[in-house]
């Protein structure tokens, strides 16, 4: 069975360079799946869950923010962030979520709400893959 090629690349290093036999993005308009031969496509990613699955086995982790290509079994992922379970600091995760709803739920004027959600989303998909 053909595999699929896929490098996830942050700023400062690649972080994944690895086949495998299908994944799931985390993509602006929902979850979708890559298999082998795909449609080539470029789209944006949101915050959300990277599944990558090879021999009945998957990996999770928590991305943020990127976009991604396909393109000829070749799968490339820019991100900023992307973080294994054992990378994420579920108690730092947890105060960040309780400052972002605090934020948001603030009537102070100069509260940048985008940026409080923004906060909210990624420590809620850290929670999420640390537990």
């Known amino acids: 069975m053909s595999k699929i090629h896929i490098k996830v690349i942050q700023p400062n290093q690649i972080r994944i360079d690895e086949e495998y036999d299908h994944i799931i993005v985390p993509g602006v308009d929902g979850d979708f799946g890559i298999l082998t031969d795909h449609t080539p496509f470029i789209t944006k990613i949101r915050?959300?869950?990277?599944?990558?699955?090879?021999?009945?086995?998957?990996?999770e982790y928590a991305i943020h923010d990127g976009f991604v290509t396909v393109e000829n079994?070749?799968?490339?992922?820019v991100c900023d962030t992307i973080e294994k379970k054992n990378e994420i600091d579920s108690?730092?995760?947890k105060a960040s979520k309780e400052r972002a709803e605090k934020r948001i739920k603030s009537s102070e004027e100069d509260i940048n709400f985008r940026r409080a959600e923004i906060s909210l989303k990624k420590a809620l998909v850290r929670l999420e893959i640390s537990s």
């Open 91 to 93: 108690v730092r995760a």
């Open 73 to 77: 079994n070749m799968v490339s992922i």
């Open 47 to 59: 915050s959300g869950v990277l599944q990558l699955f090879q021999n009945d086995k998957s990996e």
